[in-house]
């Protein structure tokens, strides 16, 4: 956690807004190579810990050092280490996709040279190289968000701060995001994003999992699964209704939720309960195709820390 | 848990705009009961699909009847026969719950004899019985998120439709939400989801997947992940990773090659021949493997696999 030289490092940052406590004393480091994600629902404090990082809003209280400034005191200190992409990027529909980038390269003070080299790099791997001359306001969702990236890529930041980079884009796109994230790693920037998909958590080498302002856990995707108490249990059936009203009553289950192929539920004990379970639905006659464990998901975590009282909550 | 009665039959349906294809001869069913879950990229044409079964749109040609009412000549009929609730649920925050109740029950044309029954089953549904003077932009996005799905309800229509109804919600709220599409679905209410968040698409009973107007997979969650996906998949942990990601791109045999956190997620043809290649694959160039395993895709690796293959294997017909 206390990494000498860290990118980030957020101390206790507060920030209270009329009748909301938005951030609550948050603290993490983000390590120079390292992506980082802030994981959490809509109201959880991401947007409002990223501008506070950016230095476009100032803390009620605590510290936060970005690239060795502090950016609390000296906001304009960081700007040329930092690139922030909020939700909306300020992109010129009526601009082409080259024009915009020539826009954000001349605000940066990008000599032609460099940014001609960066735009070509980064246009290729955003998959967006034929597409130059196109007008922005005439790009798909996932494209803008692209090419947002990329405007805001090109200069070479050392913290990269992403707020909800890739809400609305499709898979396919939001593939091509992350490896462009990825490969900028190499240059040894630090990635600070935020997302609501609790499936995108995967992605990131850290996260801290924010709900209503405070910190649940912070630590790598796969740590955190091992803080689930217990284990997730998949049934496949054509009626997960019946198979929920069988096993509705059994013993160890603490939740039970109805999918689409089935119901998933977490139990006290795998290797205990499966044989349990498949006598009682064998003995019901509940049709059901495949009792397995399988891996908890970062939300199978979530809602156990928020319901079962893993951390604390909130007034 | 379905009947086999259909609810919503589409045939070969097709929109035209101009030269672009946005709907390309869709054929599907969804039964009584059944949460139907429509997927695709951004443009793939879920919504065209969704607008014409709404009536607001005319099928260039094809077929579709949604509860027995074809759509093409009785638009106005269908819209009595749905509901609908998008993400950006279309309630008034300024208004009081039960105002926004008292006015989708106008609007849907509820009998005023049948709608205080109606709203005090939609407060009952959403947890808001004893909050419907609260000013609506003032409640928590669950509890919003109930609200809208109550009114798009009140009028006890036999199909409803879902257009990513829970991007951004808390997972427990979420997870309340589909509880209550899964208990209507179990009354007989027929659900047609469109979404390409994959977390949503796990709870549907039945999913197909559209890219550039045309279907192209379709089976439950657990079928899908099965047999949709061309080829296995591998997690290889290695050092270091960059290279790795490089080298793979274009080591023979490997269809796909992402970075996922620490670790790279490969595509290959079979996964336990692929291990033992790539294992001295990667250490012939110095590459230093320290996990290799087969691992069960993801609906959203099914999904970038199955799209991207339909990309190479087809010509876009479609402006961009």
């Known amino acids: ?64 050092l970005v690239a060795g400034i502090d950016i609390i005191r000296s906001p304009e200190g960081a700007r040329h280490a930092i690139s922030y992409m909020p939700q909306r990027f300020g992109l010129y529909d009526d601009l082409t996709v080259y024009e915009n980038i020539r826009f954000y390269g001349d605000i940066f003070g990008i000599r032609p ?12 791997a955003a998959g967006l190289g034929e597409f130059r001359a196109r007008l922005a306001g005439k790009l798909s969702g996932g494209m803008k968000q692209k090419l947002g990236l990329v405007c805001a890529l090109i200069h070479t930041p050392k913290v990269i701060l992403l707020d909800e980079p890739t809400n609305g884009v499709d898979p396919v796109s939001r593939r091509e995001f992350w490896a462009i994230l990825y490969s900028l790693l190499a240059e040894g920037v630090a990635i600070l994003t935020s997302t609501a998909y ?52 059994a013993e160890g289950i603490s939740s039970l939720v109805l999918v689409g192929s089935g119901v998933h539920l977490v139990v006290d004990d795998a290797a205990r309960r499966i044989p349990e379970l498949r006598a009682r639905l064998e003995g019901s006659g509940a049709s059901f195709e495949v009792i397995e464990q399988i891996t908890p998901t970062i939300e199978d975590l979530f809602v156990a820390a928020v319901q079962g009282g893993i951390a604390g909550k909130q007034p | 848990m379905t009947n086999g009665d259909p609810s919503v039959v589409v045939r070969d349906l097709v929109k035209r705009f101009g030269d672009f294809v946005a709907v390309d001869h869709i054929s599907l069913e969804a039964q009584r009961g059944e949460i139907f879950g429509f997927l695709g990229p951004n443009g793939a044409g879920k919504s065209t699909t969704i607008r014409m079964l709404c009536g607001l749109l005319h099928p260039t040609s094809g077929h579709a009847t949604v509860a027995g009412i074809d759509v093409a000549r009785e638009p106005e009929k269908v819209r009595q026969q749905i509901g609908y609730m998008s993400q950006k649920f279309s309630l008034y925050n300024d208004l009081r719950v039960i105002e926004n109740l008292r006015f989708f029950g106008g609007m849907y044309k509820v009998s005023s004899s049948a709608l205080p029954e109606r709203i005090r089953w939609a407060l009952d549904m959403a947890g808001l019985t004893d909050r419907e003077s609260a000013i609506t932009g003032t ?169 991207t293959t339909h990309a190479q294997s087809a010509p876009d017909r479609r402006p961009q």
Not at chain 2, 147 to 168: K, Q
Not at chain 2, 214 to 234: D, H, N, Y
Not at chain 2, 258 to 283: C, I, K, M, Q, R
């Open chain 2, 139 to 307: 409640l928590a996005t669950g509890w919003k998120q109930r609200l809208a799905l109550g009114c798009a309800v009140l009028h006890r229509p036999p199909i409803l439709f879902l257009d990513e109804p829970t991007s951004g919600v808390d997972p427990i709220s979420r997870r309340q939400f589909w509880e209550l599409i899964h208990r209507m679905a179990g009354e007989g209410v027929t659900v047609f989801v469109t979404t390409h968040y994959m977390d949503e698409a796990e709870y549907c009973n039945r999913l197909v997947l559209i890219y550039r107007g045309q279907i192209v997979a379709s089976g439950s969650p657990t079928e899908l992940k099965q047999r949709a996906m061309k080829g296995e998949l591998l997690l290889v942990e290695c050092e270091p990773l960059g290279p790795a990601l490089e080298t793979l791109k274009s080591a023979p045999g490997v269809m796909d090659a992402a970075v996922f956190g620490d670790a790279l997620h490969l595509v290959v043809p079979e996964a336990s021949e692929a291990v033992h290649t790539l294992n001295s694959y990667l250490s012939e160039r110095g590459i230093r493997v320290k996990k290799i395993e087969t691992i069960r895709p993801s609906l959203e690796d099914v999904f970038v696999s199955l799209t």
């Open chain 1, 1 to 64: 956690m206390t990494e000498p030289n860290a990118a980030i490092r957020a101390s206790e940052l507060t920030k209270r807004f009329p009748g909301v406590l938005a951030v609550d004393r948050l603290s993490f480091d983000v390590s120079p190579g390292e992506i980082f994600g802030l994981v959490g629902p809509d109201g959880a404090g991401k947007t409002t810990t990223l501008r506070m990082l950016a230095g476009v809003l100032a803390p009620d209280s605590g510290s936060a």
């Open chain 1, 198 to 249: 609790l499936d995108e958590a995967e992605r990131c080498h850290r996260v801290a999992l924010l709900h209503q302002g405070r910190l649940l856990f912070c630590d790598t995707p796969a740590a955190l699964k091992q803080n689930l108490p217990g284990a997730v249990i998949s049934i496949v059936s054509a009626d997960p209704r019946q198979v929920r009203e069988t096993l509705e009553k």
């Open chain 1, 113 to 124: 040279v460099q940014r001609e080299q960066r735009a070509q790099r980064l246009l290729a």
